[in-house]
């Protein structure tokens, strides 16, 4: 359901996907996989649909053909994103919504690593915050909860007083599954964004309105 202008969302912290929700790495992600796909012919329509919001190791485990060597194809598509950031961008709002929140109430929790985490912000012109959660620090990646437990954790916060941003299903079913209330991030997909899920089309449509009795406060416009 879409977050209605006027509509005031209060939190103790902020948590935020990156990928899809800060950074748009969509058209590098996908053309890396679609490569790798097409050379070893395997359904880039079937792999397409389930690609984002999971890390990466698990996407390569879920979409490797039997006999594969999963180590090494995580390697070369590992490298590949890490060092291709051509036509990496923030998301609209994204800069300047994070520029205006307090350093100390906002973190990210994503499925990328820290090295890459680090290397799409910095393209997407963005500070990684200093207690982001990244791949490598969970045993299970999205869609468990695991991440979004251990970034409210950081942030000295519950659950429940937490606020997710996602776009991906596979980071919407975390945030929920953490107990936090979620706002999803919907850009060209509304559709595929649960019934029961608050969503914006991007970071443009909120508004920092300070912090009262130790919650940010953010207005929908």
């Known amino acids: 359901m879409r977050l209605e202008p006027g509509t005031v969302v209060e939190a103790k912290a902020l948590l935020f996907d990156m990928d899809g929700t800060l950074v748009d790495s969509r ?20 792999v397409l649909p389930r690609l984002h919001g999971v890390r990466m190791l698990d996407s390569v485990r879920m979409f490797a053909k039997p006999g594969m060597d999963v180590d090494a194809v995580y390697e070369r598509l590992y490298r590949e994103e890490l060092e291709d950031l051509d036509g990496i961008v923030p998301i609209p709002g994204a800069r300047q919504l994070l520029a205006a929140l307090p350093p100390d109430t906002w973190t990210i929790v994503t499925s990328a690593d820290t090295p890459l985490a680090e290397a799409r912000l910095g393209a997407a012109g963005i ?88 919650r940010v406060r953010l207005i929908a416009s």
């Open 27 to 46: 058209v590098v992600v996908e053309r890396i996989w679609k490569r790798w796909c097409e050379e070893n012919d395997i359904d880039w329509h079937y």
């Open 127 to 214: 500070v990684p915050p200093p207690r982001m959660v990244t791949g490598e620090m969970v045993t299970s990646g999205k869609p468990d909860p695991e991440g979004y437990l251990l970034g409210a954790g950081r942030m000295r916060a519950a659950p429940i007083d937490c606020l997710v941003f996602e776009d991906a299903k596979a980071g919407i079913d975390a945030g929920l599954a953490a107990g936090a209330r979620v706002i999803a991030i919907a850009g060209d997909h509304p559709g595929d964004v649960p019934a029961n899920v608050e969503r914006v089309k991007d970071l443009t449509t909120l508004g920092f309105d300070g912090v009262h009795r130790g």
